[in-house]
Structure formats: structure tokens, C-alpha cells
């Protein structure tokens, strides 16, 4: 495959479990998720467990998002069964994880410290593994284009894997307009993006605590503004970090396309509503899309193979740990 190493052209999945805690954003209540192998072609399977009966396990793909207003909700017919997935989504994805299983215990995955640092530490503590199938890609064909409102967003043909042009504009004068380019791989993924907060004004997160939701909301995981400054004493982790969280958000949304895409996505003013939108209409056209495997696709921003001697792990997979260590903090 022209330009990828030979150990990034096979689908990878975990090495073992890992386990992160903490609360919901909404509800503010504890809850548990557990990061696991998962089968060839599986994709993110997400399974909640804790409920009277039955666990209940969906697909993570773009037909399972019944809502978008405040964060991405994955559901069935029987309803909504977790909220807030973009961040896990998004470490799957910006870590190169295409197979694994999402074990929750309640009804949001926990916010942690707002980013998507935790799930990048957990997938590390469970190590990465290849399987015994080639990677599938889907390739952008030609442009897709959504508006809503001012919001703007397009997928695009890119040979070069994935690249986010993310441009945010807010009426706060704080926060204002910032753009970031993000050329995905997990070594750019885990330094640049993964420790990006999310954020919002404190009039809105007041007004959101008063119809019941973000409860669990706190200086400890969400960057807050006021009219005029920021009001977590910590500061900033980038001094862009809105606009990088906007490219994390992105990752997670655009990951619900079941495979890694071949393309570049941009957005201007744009959310969870918007990414699920685009995403939306590019698999409604099939002909500005198709699949291809690793040895049709030609990426190039993929890096070189980190890790241990191979192993078997179960039917179905091979091994060759990967990216297995989490690096330090870079700010």
C-alpha cells in the first residue's frame, strides 16, 4: 500500500480491557465504562449494561444517532442508550482502534476532565493489537456540502487520509473566531487534540442548570467563559483550545461512518448537529463514496509501527502491539 507502513494496513482491535469512572455531564451521576476487544468488522459496538432485563448492545454507526442537540445520543427503537459518545469515539478513531467494545453502565459516557485524555490512557492501559483482516476506508468521491443556517460543512476528496478544517466563530469576544487544521493520526491526534476541553459561557451553563441539564458540569471538566474572561483559574491548555475541542467533536461525529474516511471535512460554525448532517448526506449519495481496503488506498500521514513482538490473541486476530505508552502532557 503506497505510503503505509504494512502494520497499519490490518484492522487492529484492544489487547485486554480497560475501565475508566467518573459522572455524567447531564445527569451528574456516576457511571463506568470498560474498553474492550472486539471482532474483526465489528466496528464500536457499544453495550449498556445495568438495565432491568437484558444488556442492550447497538452498532455505533450514523443510522444509530437519534439526537444531536447537546451532544451525540446513540439509540435503537427502544430508545435512547448513551449520551455524550463523541470523546470515547473520537480516542477510538484518533487513536486507529477499528474494532472495540463500549461497556457502560448508565445512561452517559462519564465526561472525565471534559477531553478526550482519559479514553486515550485507557486505550494505551489495554495496548492495541492487529487482526487478520485488511483496513477498509471510505473514500470520498466528490465534494458533499450542508447548510444550516450560518453553518457550513463539506466533505471533500483527500487522498492523503484525514485531514478537519474546523473554523468557529462566537459572538463572545473571548472565545471569538479560531480555525484549526488537524491531519489525523494518533501521534497528532494524542498531542494536539486529545487534551482539548469542552467549553461554554457561563449564561448558557447557567440556563442549561436550570431545565435540568449539565448537571455535572463543573470547573473541573468544562472551560467556562463569562462577557469578558475565562473563569477557570487553571487556564487554558492551548491557547486555541475551543477550536480544537470543535476538531475532537468532529473525530467522534465523523467516526459514526462505521469506517475510517479518506477525505477532508470542513466545518465553519458548525456542532454535533451539523457533523452528523454532512455525514449524513454523504451516505445517502453512494456516488460520492465507496469502500476501499489498505491496499487500494493510499495514505500517507500514517506513522511508522510502535511496539512489541506479535502474539495470538483470539480467533480472528494476530498480533503486534502498538502505540502502546501514553506520552507526556504537551501543552
Known amino acids: 500500500m503506497g505510503g503505509l507502513p504494512m502494520s497499519f494496513s490490518r484492522q487492529t482491535t484492544l489487547w485486554s480491557q480497560a475501565t475508566v469512572t467518573g459522572v455524567g455531564v447531564h445527569s451528574g451521576k456516576p457511571v463506568s465504562l470498560t474498553l474492550g476487544p472486539a471482532p474483526v468488522d465489528a466496528g464500536y459496538i457499544f453495550v449498556r449494561t445495568g438495565l ?10 450514523a443510522k444509530s444517532v ?10 435503537d427503537r427502544e430508545g435512547p442508550l448513551v449520551s455524550t459518545a463523541e470523546h470515547v469515539l473520537a480516542a477510538l478513531r484518533g487513536m486507529g482502534v477499528d474494532n472495540a467494545t463500549v461497556e457502560i453502565d448508565g445512561p452517559e459516557v462519564p465526561i472525565m476532565d471534559g477531553s478526550a485524555a482519559a479514553f486515550v490512557a485507557a486505550i494505551d492501559q489495554a495496548g492495541i493489537v492487529e487482526q487478520g483482516a485488511r483496513r477498509r476506508f471510505i473514500q470520498v468521491l466528490k465534494p458533499v456540502q450542508v447548510a444550516i443556517g450560518d453553518s457550513f460543512g463539506e466533505l471533500r476528496p483527500h487522498a492523503a487520509g484525514f485531514r ?22 494518533p501521534e497528532t491526534f494524542r498531542r494536539d487534540i486529545a487534551r482539548a476541553r469542552t467549553f461554554g459561557c457561563m449564561n448558557d451553563v447557567a440556563r442549561l442548570w436550570s431545565a435540568g441539564f449539565a448537571l455535572g458540569a463543573s470547573f473541573e471538566n468544562s472551560v467556562v467563559f463569562d462577557d469578558d474572561k475565562l473563569l477557570n483559574t487553571e487556564g487554558l491548555r492551548y491557547a486555541d483550545e475551543c477550536a480544537r475541542h470543535k476538531v475532537l467533536d468532529a473525530v467522534g461525529d465523523l467516526a459514526l461512518a462505521g469506517l475510517p474516511i479518506l477525505g477532508a471535512y470542513r466545518s465553519v460554525r458548525g456542532g454535533h448537529k451539523l457533523n452528523n448532517a454532512v455525514l449524513c448526506a454523504l451516505m445517502a449519495d453512494r456516488s460520492a463514496w465507496k469502500i476501499v481496503e489498505a491496499d487500494a488506498a493510499h495514505v500517507q500521514n500514517v506513522p511508522a509501527r510502535r511496539g512489541r513482538a506479535s502474539a495470538d490473541v483470539t480467533s480472528g486476530m494476530l498480533g503486534g502491539m502498538i502505540a502502546p505508552a501514553f506520552g507526556p502532557d504537551v501543552s
Request: avoid cysteine; hydrophobic fraction near 45%.
Open 164 to 185: 478537519a478544517e474546523i473554523e468557529i466563530n462566537f459572538a463572545n469576544p473571548v472565545i471569538g473566531r479560531q480555525s484549526y487544521v488537524l491531519d489525523l493520526n
Open 52 to 61: 432491568e432485563g437484558a444488556d442492550r448492545e447497538i452498532q455505533a454507526n
Open 66 to 75: 437519534i439526537a444531536t442537540e447537546f451532544a451525540t445520543v446513540l439509540g
